[in-house]
């Protein structure tokens, strides 16, 4: 794989999935979702593995979906690339997934996380959801799952200012599990791991299933409503002009259109 790597913890049962795209601070371009998602398809399938870690690294977790992919784009592209069938895929997964979040968890970064079961979070992580700034919305799930874990006051301050929450907020919010000095993030992420892959595999599948299926009837329906909205911004002049001013390290201009 170009942009994952995959391997198996020193534990027994525990995979760790790293995302590895470090310069871009690991921005999720199309082929790396697609790795992410035949990798856990794989995980998925293999009878050695029960818990699986996703990981970025210090600086970031993902600092959300490519710009400069998604930059040229317009709603019938998106349409067409039907991304959403990636993400729906993951979101399929059976086996336990616990996010290791260090630095940025931004846009898509952030709801890769929240798409992940469990997180635990280094005290130099970010989470938020800053497309506003760039003329779009959040579209795999930021409105949703974000709402569900803050609440609707901090959810939507978030998602309207595009400011991040700390890792201390994020787990007084109840965002993440455990928040711990960097250097043990990721071994506090596969000690939970490690802790889950001993319990049955068949109870642990099943149970994360019904504490998903505790929201996920009003989830499909919130989810469709983001994503068609999702998919319009991109036929406005401002997701241009937004996208184009991060390329270009300039501020936006933004005009309604
Ligand atoms: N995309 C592409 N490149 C990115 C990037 C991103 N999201 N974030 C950072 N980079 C690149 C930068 O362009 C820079 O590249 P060079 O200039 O060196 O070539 C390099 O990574 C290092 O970034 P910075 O120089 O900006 O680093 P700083 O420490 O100064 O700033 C930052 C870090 C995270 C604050 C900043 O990079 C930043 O604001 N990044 C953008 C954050 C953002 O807006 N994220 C939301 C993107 S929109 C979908 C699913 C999901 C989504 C959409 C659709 N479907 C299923 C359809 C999600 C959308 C989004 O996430």
């Not at 019938?76 to 069938?85: A, E, G, H, P």
């Not at 997964?93 to 890769?112: D, Y």
């Not at 998602?159 to 907020?169: C, I, N, P």
């Not at 009003?218 to 406005?236: A, C, P, T």
């Amino acid at each position: 794989m170009k942009f994952l790597l995959e391997e198996r913890a020193a534990r027994p049962g525990v995979a760790l999935l790293t995302l590895n795209r470090p310069k871009e601070l690991n921005a999720l371009n199309l082929e790396l979702m697609q790795e992410i998602k035949e990798s856990l398809q794989a995980l998925d399938k293999d009878d050695s593995v029960r818990v699986i870690v996703l990981a970025g690294n210090e600086k970031a977790f993902a600092a959300g979906a490519d710009i400069k992919q998604m930059a040229g784009r317009n709603s019938v592209d998106m349409l067409k690339i039907d991304q959403f069938s990636t993400w729906d895929q993951i979101r399929k997964t059976k086996k336990p997934i616990i996010a290791a979040v260090s630095g940025f968890a931004l846009g898509g970064g952030c709801e890769l996380s929240m798409l992940c079961d469990m997180i635990i979070a280094s005290e130099t992580a970010k989470f938020g959801q800053p497309e506003i700034k760039i003329g779009v919305m959040p579209g795999a799930g930021g409105t949703q799952r974000l709402t569900k874990a803050l609440g609707k006051a901090k959810a939507m301050e978030l998602v309207l200012t595009g400011d991040f929450l700390s890792a201390t907020e994020a787990e007084k919010h109840g965002l993440v599990n455990k928040v711990v000095p960097v250097e043990f993030y990721l071994t506090e992420a596969l000690n939970l791991a490690e802790k889950i892959s001993k319990m049955s595999p068949l109870a642990a599948s099943l149970a994360k299933e019904a504490v998903n299926r505790s929201f996920e009837t009003f989830l499909d329906e919130g989810l469709h409503f983001e994503r068609k909205n999702f998919y319009l911004l991109f036929d406005s002049e401002d997701q241009k002009e937004g996208m184009n001013a991060f390329i270009e390290k300039r501020p936006p201009k933004f005009t309604g259109k």
